[in-house]
T-cell receptor, first 116, second 111 residues
Framework: GAVVSQHPSRVICKSGTSVKIECRSL??????MFWYRQFPKQSLMLMAT?????????EQGVEKDKFLINHASLTLSTLTVTSAHPEDSSFYIC????????????FGEGSWLTVV | TQLLEQSPQFLSIQEGENLTVYCNSS?????LQWYRQEPGEGPVLLVT?????EVKKLKRLTFQFGDARKDSSLHITAAQPGDTGLYLC???????????FGKGTHLIIQP
């Protein structure tokens, strides 16, 4: 069964609004979670590394004020897309590292964001 | 910056044929993971290889980690339409917390 869960799986929002995506590790604590963006028929692009209790580390070119990441607990990280634009429409995926499985990284189911 | 070159990027073959996907890097990874992703879903872990030279089999899929832990291959025997999907290799280690992904291989198995 799934060990990392994302919610919502699909969301449609209006331009200019904000939308929050949740990523939960279901049966393990994850001090580190990762957020990716994926365009159609392309590989995953790492956006940021989310560390519990501290600020996220953003990859070059990713606007930290636009993509707000909060990792307030060991089982939950959230990605908030602020002032969304149609070009933010994409598939967003989170992952978490499971220490008990030799640091194997498990992915959530992904969240489709459509900004209209 | 670590790079992981994955090839081929696209492959369309007939059911029953064999195929190999390659991931190559100039960097050494502590482990390498292979994922399969279907449209609209998150990647699903197939295997993790850790030891140089390691070979793991998963039914018709054979995964190999290079002796120097810089490259890996995925070989599928007698491909089935159900094998269709995006295959991703990802390397871990080298000082980074996360994974370095290859660009993926879009595999289509035609009946």
């Amino acid at each position: 069964g799934a060990v990392v869960s994302q919610h919502p799986s699909r969301v449609i929002c209006k331009s200019g609004t904000s939308v929050k995506i949740e990523c939960r590790s279901l049966d393990f604590q994850a001090t580190t979670m990762f957020w990716y963006r994926q365009f159609p028929k392309q590989s995953l692009m790492l956006m940021a590394t989310s560390n519990e209790g501290s600020k996220a580390t953003y990859e070059q070119g990713v606007e930290k004020d636009k993509f707000l990441i909060n990792h307030a607990s060991l089982t939950l990280s959230t990605l908030t897309v602020t002032s969304a634009h149609p070009e933010d429409s994409s598939f967003y995926i989170c992952s978490a590292s499971r220490l008990s499985s030799g640091n194997t990284i498990y992915f959530g189911e992904g969240s489709w964001l459509t900004v209209v | 910056t670590q790079l992981l070159e994955q090839s081929p990027q696209f492959l369309s073959i007939q059911e029953g044929e064999n195929l190999t996907v390659y991931c190559n890097s100039s960097s050494v990874f502590s482990s390498l993971q292979w994922y399969r992703q279907e449209p609209g879903e998150g990647p699903v872990l197939l295997v993790t290889v850790v030891t140089g030279g390691e070979v793991k089999k998963l039914k018709r899929l054979t995964f190999q980690f290079g002796d120097a832990r810089k490259d890996s291959s995925l070989h599928i025997t007698a491909a089935q339409p159900g094998d269709t999907g995006l295959y991703l290799c990802a390397g871990a280690g080298g000082g980074a917390d996360g994974l370095t992904f290859g660009k993926g291989t879009h595999l289509i198995i035609q009946p």
